[in-house]
């Protein structure tokens, strides 16, 4: 949604009791308008109340600036008051801000013209999260959810000239401690689940615990004395070829007194398509327009993004616009299909079966209104630079923004949309706590639902793990789970989004969440023991040691069990787990920094081999979401993409397992024999060749061949079994190395590397490896090449922040390979040269093989 139909869409929906609406991230450009300008516009009028407030404890005098948008932890760290909560441990010397009451005010002018409309609005589109809003003194209401949008009647509390509004926000901590010694309960989770509030600011086993306040979206008056738009939906029939027919359903308020008329255009690349009049009845209307020879939306990879825009012109009878609202949709159908017997849970596009691949993403930073629309685009155009098509929003989270979901329409990385709940017991028979999840619900679900990128909704995360008979602190009652989210929920979505596929829980819906290898200490062959469609699983690494240095100092870096060290690692013993897990398969790194790289490969290792082995057995598994994509602050975690949006070794792997034709082997320790599979997620059947190398240590060729072969739409196939007994008899098991390639006739090029051994196990050699570049638009192409095989070799630029078209590669001694550097800063071809560094797995070891 762009900025003009965001600001109308505003403008078009407008109720005036104390009620909650659709919310909305985009900010008002401005305040009133001049009396000129409105009549020549609309006679609704849009004041923002963003920008400059005050700060307070609660019934003190000591007001320090405040942003609004923002939270109270970003205004104190502004005003110097703590310090930066990510840095080492200073999380632990705020946390006394979560147990404190606030109050933000601010003052602003109102002119006659204003006041003169009928109506005028409070708008609050995220307060976080007890709250009670007050203006010159004379309360406006409370609230007690921050996923709403809440708006009040302001005209009676309104005056010409100065005005002061005041948010009074209680401390949401001592609501949790206050319900839980009501409850006798202490253990904290129950509490929480009462409140309506973002699960993971309490803490999460990738998160810190940061408690905030405040007004975290957009606040504004608004000021109506004319029909206005109250909703607009827009529905699609692919019934018949080539065609896509909409319905488009409109309602408006006020519109009694007169006759009021809908103009709908519907527009592609700026270009009309259709358009139609009706005439509202009773506030309502309906129109259906066709849109011949339509161009699909798809997801990524499957074929290209187009955008309609539908806009809606509420009219009065002499022809002047009084509301106005634009949708962004894309023409497509896109289901979920649970599991039956002969297929797992699996995702129709466009009548098309497609194997989902992607990550689970969490909030991207511990203060939402960090957040910017420019951060979110490059963490989506980075998925689909991987080949990524799906995202699963969390449900410990938030709402995101508009602005990802606009990103996620047009790169199509389709969306599982978890509700915000998740692994805890909610409160279903208390009626009040429905009722008010029930409006967050179609809050969102009438704000989101346009936006072709959303697959699924899904009511929570893993809350049926904790399903028993009867509601507890630990678990949560069948009949409540059932009441919660398979009925209420469901018909929420029913309602509001009725084209939208619906599931009540993750895992419940059939899919998998597999954590044995992460909790229960079993090695990554494990996943091989596995199918279905996997929406959670993954394995920890600790970011580079340029993001770790920005939380430590020098002396927290002598080992990873440091006390800071684990202070930025919030699952239990999760260090342990990554020292152990890098024991299984790497050698020990010789330092510290080499440590931190390690536990990258280790976990780009682990994921690339489940990831690999699902799809090669497609259909019987249909998806592929590790655990998880981003940080929320810097910290060892499961992501592949850190906290400042630095690829790790796995986001570089995710490029390779997931490229839409990718060949790959399945190597058989007993029988001594390799599969090679060849897997397409394309539409069209492909022709190529196959080939494989076998080398040694010291990269001598000891075997080779190659063969032809098509591989069909949408397919996985074993194409060749090769078989290495002999080799494996002279030389060991140890001393081989198999390298694979595919070349598809249309250009696709995929390579692996597959070993019988581990990487532990494996004596390499130094490789040698020298890097030439070569100045480039925008950036440097550097040739790497190896004298002998260098495993995992990357590349890095001392300091400076890098975009890398690959890293983390195998080169042999045969083959170069390219990689396209493009500095975020300005950069000579000398200072590049200088700062270059080319690095492989050889250079962590501990000590140089005895052979080396």
């Not at 009040?432 to 989101?448: I, T």
């Amino acid at each position: 949604m762009n900025l003009h139909s965001s600001v109308s869409h505003r403008l078009s929906r407008r109720r005036f009791l104390l009620r909650s609406a659709a919310a909305t991230a985009t900010l008002y450009a401005g305040a009133v308008l001049p009396r000129s300008a409105r009549a020549a516009a609309t006679k609704n009028t849009a004041y923002s109340l963003n920008g400059t407030w005050q700060v307070a404890k609660a019934g003190t005098d000591d007001w320090l600036p405040a942003q609004v948008p923002g939270c109270v932890h970003t205004d104190l760290i502004a005003a110097g008051r703590i310090s930066d909560p990510y840095f080492r441990d200073n999380e632990k010397s705020v946390q006394w801000i979560g147990d404190t009451d606030w109050a933000y005010r601010r003052t602003f002018t109102l002119d006659a013209d204003f006041l003169a409309h009928e109506q005028v609005c409070l708008r609050c589109e995220g307060l976080d999260t007890l709250a009670s809003i007050s203006i010159n003194g004379q309360k406006l209401g409370d609230t007690d959810n921050m996923f709403r949008t809440w708006e009040f009647d302001a005209k009676p509390a309104l005056q010409l000239g100065g005005n002061q509004i005041e948010i009074h926000f209680s401390s949401p901590e001592a609501f949790v401690k206050a319900l839980e010694a009501k409850r006798g309960e202490n253990k904290g989770v129950t509490g929480r689940a009462w409140l309506r509030k973002q699960p993971c600011q309490f803490g999460w086993d990738w998160a810190p615990t940061l408690v905030t306040s405040g007004i975290w979206r957009s606040i504004s008056l608004e000021a109506t004395d004319s029909a206005r738009l109250e909703d607009v939906l827009v529905l699609q029939d692919h019934s018949e070829k080539n065609l896509v027919t909409l319905t488009i359903r409109v309602s408006a308020r006020g519109s009694a007194r007169s006759e009021v008329r809908g103009q709908i255009s519907v527009m592609q690349d700026g270009q009309p398509v259709a358009k139609k009049e009706i005439t509202l009845s009773e506030g309502r209307g309906e129109a259906k327009l066709a849109i011949k020879h339509p161009k699909l939306w798809w997801p990524n990879g499957m074929g290209q993004q187009p955008m309609y825009e539908v806009r809606i012109s509420l009219r009065d009878h002499k022809g002047v616009e009084l509301d106005s609202t634009t949708k962004r949709i894309g023409m497509r159908t896109l289901q979920l299909v649970e599991q039956q017997k002969d297929k797992p849970l699996h995702f129709v596009a466009n009548g098309v079966d497609f194997f989902a691949k992607g990550a689970n993403w969490i909030p991207s930073d511990a203060f939402n209104n960090r957040v910017t629309p420019e951060r979110l685009r490059q963490y989506v155009k980075d998925a689909a630079a991987v080949n990524m098509n799906m995202l699963r929003f969390w449900g410990g989270g938030y709402y995101e923004e508009d602005s990802l979901y606009d990103a996620c329409d047009e790169t199509g990385i389709c969306v599982w949309a978890d509700f915000k709940f998740a692994c805890a017991s909610y409160p279903a028979f208390d009626e009040k706590f429905v009722q008010n999840v029930c409006l967050e619900a179609r809050d969102n679900l009438k704000r989101l639902r346009h936006h072709p990128c959303i697959a699924v909704w899904c009511g929570n995360n893993e809350i049926s793990l904790l399903v028993k008979d009867d509601w507890s602190l630990v678990s949560m009652g069948r009949d409540g789970y059932e009441k919660l989210f398979k009925q209420a929920l469901a018909e929420q979505v029913k309602t509001y989004a009725p084209q939208s596929s619906y599931v009540s829980g993750s895992p419940d819906c059939g899919d998998v969440h597999y954590w044995e290898v992460w909790w229960g200490a079993r090695t990554f062959e494990a996943y091989r023991e596995l199918s279905g469609f996997m929406s959670e699983f993954g394995y920890q690494s600790y970011p580079e040691p340029r993001t770790v240095n920005s939380y430590t100092s020098a002396d927290d870096r002598t080992s990873t069990m440091s006390d800071i060290m684990k202070w930025h690692q919030r699952c239990l013993l999760g260090n342990d787990r990554i020292k152990n897990m890098t024991g299984n398969y790497f050698r020990t790194g010789k330092d510290f920094d080499s440590t931190l790289w390690i536990s990258q490969l280790v976990q780009a290792y682990g994921i690339k081999l489940g990831a690999e082995y699902w799809r090669q057995h497609m259909p019987q598994s249909m998806g592929c979401l590790f655990w998880q994509y981003n940080d929320c602050w810097p910290v060892a975690s499961w992501a592949s993409v850190d906290y400042y949006g630095r690829w790790k070794a796995l986001h570089y792997a995710a490029r390779h397992f997931y490229a839409p034709v990718m060949v790959s082997g399945l190597e058989d320790d007993h029988t001594k024999n390799i599969d090679i599979y060849l897997t397409s997620d394309l539409a069209e059947a492909r022709r190529g060749e196959v080939s494989w190398r076998v080398t040694n240590l010291q990269g001598t060729l000891l075997k080779d061949s190659k063969l032809n072969v098509q591989i069909g739409p949408r397919q996985s196939q074993v194409v060749h079994q090769l078989d290495l007994n002999p080799l494996v008899d002279v030389h060991g098991r140890n001393n081989l190395l198999i390298w694979l390639e595919s070349k598809t006739a249309n250009g696709e090029i995929s390579r692996n590397l597959v070993t019988f051994a581990r990487p532990k196990d494996i004596d390499l050699l130094d490789p040698g490896i020298k890097t030439e570049v070569a100045e480039i638009t925008g950036g440097f192409r550097v040739k790497v090449t190896a004298e002998k095989p260098a495993l995992w070799a990357w590349l890095s630029l001392g300091e400076k922040d890098v975009r890398y078209s690959d890293n983390f590669i195998h080169l042999d001694a045969r083959t170069p390979a390219e990689i396209i550097v493009t500095p975020m800063q300005p950069m000579s071809c000398e200072e590049c040269e200088k700062l270059l560094a080319a690095r492989s797995l050889f250079d962590t070891y501990s000590r140089k093989p005895e052979n080396a």
